[in-house]
């Protein structure tokens, strides 16, 4: 079902058009002066002056040094929601700045954000989502997310948000599930993420993909994808019209199936035929997780008498144009021709 596109614009009595010559030129002092001015259409017009300001990396470096951040942080929860949109917003463009990220975190800004997950207003949701993204991409932002307990609620939120903030969602825990996934695994976001498979949405779907990769590069998540019967959809997922899907699923096929029972699972979902049409076209971005993957399937006995008739499919590979893709059928060759 298609939804509406979130609107950044803002309501009708507000003219930015104002923020400029009244603050453009002003110092950002001044402009932090304002933003903790009880006047609330001075706190407008700063922030509308702000969000132009800080697409410079050195107004972002000068406004974090002048303390904006606590400024930025009180204005949070304000009561009106355009100061609420326009916060977020500034923080947002930060974000999109090396200097800014690692301000930001340092600042303390996600401890402050869990309140706008439920925000009434569409866009300080999807710029609050949009944040725990750009953040959490660096090391120290993910370790952030998941130590202000962000992960079940982000979790529920994604049975319940605009696929536009789903998108988002996934983003923030591809990159935190890397680091540790024990909470997100009780929240129960395998069960989440499969149902997030068949969504008509392709971003959607090769996102979820790419969480439940992170998931089962972990041995606890191993289990959980196995438990929950997520490898008979990744399988058919191999035949998705978008090549991204493709190869997310196949990645996330490549670390689930280390385990017996994931290995058992992909045989009798009869992963192997899609797998090898994934090897046999040159052009696949699937290719090499489609290889790998097939290396597993034929440490079974019965995986390797059928990759037996397929040799040729291997063969064709050592004259890849990837050096990764020559290693990785090398190896499979090695694997398929083994004897006991």
Known sequence: MAQPRISAYLPPDIDPTKAALAFGRRALPKLNEELQSPELLSQQRALMALCDLVHDPEKVYQAIALGFLDSLKTLLVHQDQTVRQKTTEVLSIMALHSIGREGLIRGGVISALPGLL??????????THQIFD???KLPEGAGSVLRAGLIPPLVLKLETELDEIQELILGTLSNCLRVEVSEALAAGAVAVLK?????PSTAIRSKAAWVLLEISSHAEGKIAVCKEEVI?????????????VQVNSAGALMFALVTPQGRSSAMGAEAIPPLLTLVAEETSKARLNAIKTLTLLAELPEGRRTLLDHRETFQRCLDDPSEAVQRAAEIAITVIDWKP
């Open 118 to 127: 439920d925000d009434p207003v569409d866009i300080c949701r999807k710029n």
């Open 134 to 136: 750009r953040l959490a």
């Open 195 to 199: 149902e997030k498979l068949s969504h």
């Open 232 to 244: 008979p959809v990744l399988v058919r997922l191999l035949e998705d019209t978008q090549p991204e």
